[in-house]
């Protein structure tokens, strides 16, 4: 007997960051799954530009695409978005300016998400809705 499997599909982009001391940034992505995941479509990690914050604005636009498709034999350890944001220091040297992660949540739709740190990034996305996640 042949063991089923269930594929969720990810579309969407990290839209914008607001950090209002900070003015330039670059954010990194990475997909983090259980033993019985495979990702098997679309990009495993990706890197944004160093991008300006705009002279009126403390966002940061970023407009990073995501795309992955993962299969699976049990939802244990759902696949989680891990970002992690990279801005200069006063030696210009990139530092990590916040981190986190959210489960992709197994709920289909159009959704927005906004991860709460001491300054905000904000993923869009329309394939799946996610929770609030902390960025430090």
């Known amino acids: 007997m042949a063991t089923s499997s269930f594929l969720v599909m990810v579309t969407g982009q990290i839209e914008t960051a607001d950090f209002p001391s900070i003015s330039s940034l670059y954010c990194k992505y990475a997909f983090s799954f259980g033993p019985d995941w495979a ?3 679309g990009v495993h990690e990706g890197i944004s530009a160093t991008c300006e914050r705009g002279r009126s604005s403390d966002r940061i636009t970023l407009a990073l695409p995501l795309e992955a498709t993962f ?23 990139d530092v990590i300016r916040g981190y986190g992660a959210v489960h992709i949540p197994a709920t289909p739709g159009a959704s927005l998400a906004i ?12 394939s799946w809705s996610h929770r609030c996640l902390n960025v430090t």
């Open 71 to 93: 299969s699976s034999t049990s939802p244990f350890r759902w696949p989680q978005l891990v970002l992690s944001c990279y801005g200069p220091d006063f030696f210009n040297h």
């Open 39 to 41: 990702q098997i479509g």
């Open 115 to 126: 991860i709460a740190c001491k300054e905000s990034i904000k993923v869009t996305d329309d």
